[in-house]
């Protein structure tokens, strides 16, 4: 069994940072890729970044490209989102997902339906 556990989240100020974290815990995690997905109250789920294993390429939704940067530990079945820059359309639920598969383009790696596993989330709430 697979779980993803995420931690970090909290208040923060409009302009602050925040660094969110995710697990890998239980069977190795052979995972292809990880990412972030986020949603805000009233509002659909919506891709944030993804990493992927083995080259390391990362994606970004034009909403967080240049104050959001996702990595990865490997070694420690880890991934991290560092937020910069917060605002308060960044107030959401942060969720950690998992891709057992590789997908062939950046697109696919934004579609959540591609993701199998998934963390319980952590809510990020920026103040203005």
């Known amino acids: 069994q697979v779980q993803l556990v995420e931690s970090g989240g909290g208040l923060v100020q409009a302009g602050g940072s925040l660094r969110i974290s995710c697990a890998g815990l239980g069977r190795t995690l052979s995972s292809a890729a990880m990412g972030w997905f986020r949603q805000a109250p009233g509002k659909e789920r919506e891709f944030v970044a993804s990493?992927?294993?083995?080259?390391?390429?990362?994606t970004y939704a034009d909403s967080v490209k240049g104050r959001f940067t996702i990595s990865g530990d490997s070694t420690k079945n880890m991934v991290y989102l560092q937020m910069n820059s917060l605002n308060s359309e960044d107030t959401a639920v942060y969720y950690c997902?998992?891709?057992?598969?590789?997908?062939?383009?950046?697109?696919?790696?934004?579609?959540?339906?591609?993701?199998?596993?998934w963390g319980q989330g952590t809510q990020v709430t920026v103040s203005s």
């Open positions: 990493i992927r294993r083995t080259s390391g390429r990362t």
């Open positions: 997902a998992a891709v057992d598969r590789y997908l062939m383009t950046d697109y696919q790696y934004t579609r959540g339906a591609n993701y199998r596993y």
